[in-house]
């Protein structure tokens, strides 16, 4: 069980009235979805200090898909959790939908995490007791919330399970059931999705399946941001950043998976 409700959930629950505003931020954004300005991330111990971003700047656009590549150690999985307001920048700036995170206090931050983002990870953080449904509903049910039944069934709607809705995660296959926990990020309608390693516990078939699922919800205006050490996945995303020692080295934009691949064994080979 989890001790926490973010571990159980993967994202923390979201108010009924806040779940109008991050419709808005998903639907009618004109700036950037999720926007890095000049972010730094120093990490400092006994052992010296680590600069794991270096001045990373970019500016994710509404409706697209997003992947961070990079060697071991590069900074992705910081980028991933400063972007998503789970760890604050040393300097630089940081906004989702226009609001800029270093500006919320942190109750504020934690409100407007659950409207504006949802979190997909590799283990899919679903509860074996319950079905499809009350997994997807339980954030709000957590949060004391209203479960709006239409929301619910809208988001395995578009994941393809609502047929599904009253299995309970044993008896899903782990495609099926990262659909459930893609389902749940969407319940929200967040204004950017975050994955990370969507697909890492899935065979390859299931994963292509998942990918393209990710992929159909961006052609429908969702925005995502996924990291991946895999360049098949990366290449269902409209373009691929290419992080190494805390910067961003370079991108690529439709390209396929042997492409990023080379550019990736360029990049480890450096
Ligand atoms: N809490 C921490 N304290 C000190 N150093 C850290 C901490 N977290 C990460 N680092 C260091 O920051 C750098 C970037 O780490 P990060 O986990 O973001 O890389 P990554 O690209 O996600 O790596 P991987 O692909 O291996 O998961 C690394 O040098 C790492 O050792």
């Given at each position: 069980m989890c001790a926490r409700e973010d571990e159980c959930t993967g994202f923390m629950p979201l108010p009924t009235f806040a779940r109008t505003a991050a419709a808005h931020h998903a639907d009618s954004?004109?700036?950037?979805a999720v926007a890095l300005d000049a972010v730094t991330r120093v990490y400092r111990s006994r052992a010296g200090s680590v600069?794991?971003?270096?001045?990373v700047t970019h500016a994710f656009a509404p409706g697209t898909f997003t992947a961070i590549m990079g060697p071991s150690g590069s900074g992705k999985s910081t980028l991933l959790q400063i972007a998503a307001g789970l760890d604050a920048p040393t300097r630089g700036r940081v906004s989702i939908a226009g609001t800029?995170?270093?500006?919320?206090d942190a109750t504020a931050l934690t409100k407007f995490r659950r409207t504006a983002m949802g979190f997909v990870f590799?283990?899919?953080?679903?509860?074996?007791?319950?079905?499809a449904f009350d997994n997807v509903a339980l954030p709000a049910r957590l949060a004391g919330q209203p479960v709006d039944r239409g929301a619910v069934l809208n988001a395995l709607d578009r994941v393809g399970l609502r047929d599904l809705a009253k299995r309970r995660p044993p008896e899903l296959s782990g495609g099926q059931q990262q659909r459930v926990a893609i389902a749940r990020a969407l319940h929200t309608r967040p204004a950017v999705l975050f994955a990370d390693?969507?697909?890492?516990?899935?065979d390859r078939t299931t994963g292509r399946d998942v990918l393209a699922l990710l992929r159909n919800l961006v052609d429908d205006g969702q925005t995502v941001v996924m990291v991946t050490h895999d360049p098949l996945a990366a290449s269902y995303a409209d373009q691929t950043l290419f992080l190494a020692d805390g910067r961003i080295v370079g991108h690529l934009r439709d390209a396929d998976a042997d492409t990023i691949a080379r550019r990736m064994n360029e990049l480890e080979r450096a």
């Open positions: 954004l004109d700036g950037p600069e794991a971003l270096r001045g800029d995170l270093g500006r919320l590799q283990s899919y953080n679903l509860l074996d007791a319950l079905t390693e969507p697909t890492g516990a899935l």
